[in-house]
């Protein structure tokens, strides 16, 4: 089957690439999970959008969420750091823990658990400020008044998110001025700054040209090194580019999650083959 | 060659004499307005520019009476002259001035803002981002719509009885509340009567409902994808409202709060029913210049509770006596409350427009 050959041979040129980058780093042999997640329904009012989904994100790796429109895949980002509770009448049931701790226990606050489950968004969303305010702003509302550690931030942030070159002259300047693929390594860079573990992308190149996909993908990478990255999108050879798991949402239920390898080359179930094959979607 | 239809057909032209005739309608209803308004400027203009001729009579009497050089000294030219601004109203028309109303209006201004505004936004920001939809919010969001229609004497009934008597709970006299500030005392007379700070109220509850509504509106606009992004980094409610929402709403809400305290300028109704309608020579805590302030700072805490006039009252005062010349007094008197409301107006335009440049998404 062609698509399937092209999938492979998509692994294949990503495992060369990634053997070059593990060479520097200590391969390690078990997973460590980051995120449990347990049963998890979710309803918008008396609409069920997600059914009994049941999955670990291990650390340091990028899991890829893929599904036709409409799946549930969004939603289940966002229940990861729980953005839901924002949109009234949602409700959920089943157990997410972040390293161990329930994230739904009362106890938990929700703006510490946003600060270490970090968002970006599809649609790009630099605020109207400066490019340094926009990626100091979780520094500052967390309590960081120290200009010189801002600064620091700032500067580290915007160069992990390969930022930094671009913009260092001009971080004064309005954030609304730079272009498409910058305001979203900006939005990166800004999620970066308040140091999470956990990096959510819903759909995060979507809206943009090839190149500055290309240039997201290869951030993305690089990132994985120190955060775990969860990502949602609906290019297929995204997922298989730039993830190492990835799960096959489908209305509502999550139907397979396998290491990417796994379940591009050989799925286990029909849904997601028909899927991956562009029988439907 | 074959022509499958005629390029010209005759039941066309009637059609387009239809639309010519509604292009015509709608010009016209454009200048209507236009033309009647610049009439009207005109004629104020034109009266606050010259005193009225003096009938044969008036002249006699002006004859008998011989004013002398240096009483005429003290009469204005014209209605609206520099005089005009620096004095107060009078007997004598040519000596008549708004002095006393400019200042009323200004701490009418000062007062009405003060409270308008964190009670206006205050409102505007619960409604928009803290109430949870439901039949309640409904009820409110109708009767504020409900409350901007309501007619400003009703307002003025209102607030004689909550500001200006207090429901008369405290007696016929009144009382009188000390605090010792440590460097001037604060009296406040309890209750209000009529005073600058029951007029500000007053005034402040006329616009209320068009503040709240508009800063609405400016709250609405601002995109929920902003809102998302700051919760997103670790925001709370407060913090996301206070650095990200309010500050791009700003131009909408000042714009609305600008364009009320300009209606706030203009009302004349609820401040009669207040009882403000009075002849007054002295402005409110006895401020009537900046070099004022520095001489007697203390009259900076008198002056809310000092009694007072305003320009829409003192217009009114001068149209309802019977005398011609006050009447081009009166003209005057419009043409300086045109002056600083076209000002308010002017200064809400550019806001709006500085901040558009700004921020666009």
């Known amino acids: ?281 | 060659m074959s022509v499958s239809g005629s390029l010209r057909e005759p039941a066309l032209a009637k059609r387009h004499r239809i639309g010519q005739l509604f292009e015509w309608a709608c010009c016209g209803s454009t200048w209507f307005g236009m033309v009647v308004l610049s009439l009207l400027l005109l004629s104020i203009g034109w009266k606050a520019m010259a005193w009225p001729i003096p009938d044969a009579d008036a002249v006699d009497r002006a004859a008998a009476t011989k004013t002398d050089a240096k009483a005429n000294a003290l009469l204005s030219p014209r209605p609206l002259s520099t005089r005009f601004l620096t004095s107060y109203d009078s007997r004598v028309p040519q000596k008549a001035g708004i002095k006393a109303a400019l200042w009323g209006s200004l701490w009418l201004l000062v007062f009405v803002t003060i409270t308008t505004v964190p009670v206006g936004v205050g409102a505007a920001v619960y409604l928009e981002e803290y109430s949870n939809e439901g039949r309640w919010k409904r009820i409110i969001q109708v009767n504020l719509s409900n409350l901007a229609g309501v007619p400003s004497i009703v307002y003025g009934i209102l607030g004689l009885t909550v500001f200006v008597r207090m429901f008369g709970l405290f007696g016929h006299d009144g009382k009188v509340l000390d605090f010792n500030l440590g460097f001037a005392m604060l009296s406040i007379p309890l209750p209000f009567e009529r005073s600058v700070i029951s007029g500000a109220l007053t005034l402040s509850l006329l616009v209320l409902p068009t503040v709240i509504v508009a800063a609405q509106e400016a709250l609405r606009a601002v995109p929920s994808s902003i809102r998302t992004a700051s919760y997103a980094l670790g925001a709370t409610q407060w913090q996301t409202i206070r650095h990200q929402v309010l500050p791009a709403a700003m131009p909408g809400i000042m714009t609305g709060v600008i364009l009320s305290l300009s209606r706030a300028m203009g009302e004349t109704a609820p401040l009669i029913m207040i009882g403000a309608l009075t002849y007054l020579a002295k402005c409110p805590g006895k401020i009537d210049s900046l070099s004022a302030v520095w001489q007697h700072p203390t009259g900076l805490l008198e002056a809310p509770f000092d009694v007072f006039t305003s320009l829409p009252i003192q217009i009114f005062n001068w149209v309802s006596r019977a005398q011609p010349e006050y009447d081009h007094l009166a003209a005057a008197g419009i043409m300086v409350l045109l002056v600083v409301l076209m000002m308010m107006n002017t200064a809400a335009i550019l806001i709006r427009n500085r901040f558009q440049r700004r921020t666009q998404w």
């Open chain 1, 1 to 281: 089957m062609t698509i399937m050959q092209s999938f492979s041979e998509l692994m294949h040129q990503r495992q060369q690439r990634e053997t070059v980058k593990r060479s520097r780093l200590v391969e390690t042999e078990t997973e460590v999970s980051k995120l449990d997640v347990n049963n998890l329904n979710f309803f918008y009012g008396e609409k069920q959008a997600l059914f009994d989904v049941s999955m670990t994100v291990p650390e340091r790796s990028v899991t890829a969420f893929i599904g036709p429109s409409g799946c549930g895949k969004s939603t289940f980002l966002r229940t990861l750091n729980r953005m839901n509770d924002i949109i009234e009448g949602t409700r959920l049931t089943g157990k997410v823990t972040l390293e161990g701790q329930d994230i739904y226990a009362p106890e938990v606050d929700v703006v510490a658990l946003r600060k270490r489950v970090g968002m970006v968004f599809q649609k790009s969303t630099p605020f109207p400020k400066s490019i340094f305010d926009n990626v100091a702003y979780g520094p500052k509302i967390a309590g960081q008044r120290n200009q010189k550690e801002l600064q620091g931030i700032v500067e580290q942030s915007l160069k992990r998110a390969a930022l930094w070159d671009e913009v260092k002259d001009r971080m004064q300047d309005s954030a609304l001025a730079l272009s498409g693929g910058q305001q979203q390594r900006l939005c990166i860079a800004r999620a970066l700054a308040t140091n999470p573990d956990v990096l959510l992308m819903d759909e995060p190149a979507s809206a943009l040209d090839p190149a500055s996909t290309a240039r997201i993908e290869d951030l993305i990478f690089e990132l994985k090194q120190n955060y775990t990255i969860v990502i949602v999108t609906h290019n297929m050879q995204q997922a298989a580019r730039i993830s190492d798991w990835t799960a096959f949402f489908f209305q509502g239920y999550l139907i397979e999650k396998d290491r990417t390898q796994k379940l591009f080359t050989t799925p286990k179930k029909k849904q997601t083959e028909d899927y991956i094959t562009g029988r439907f979607g």
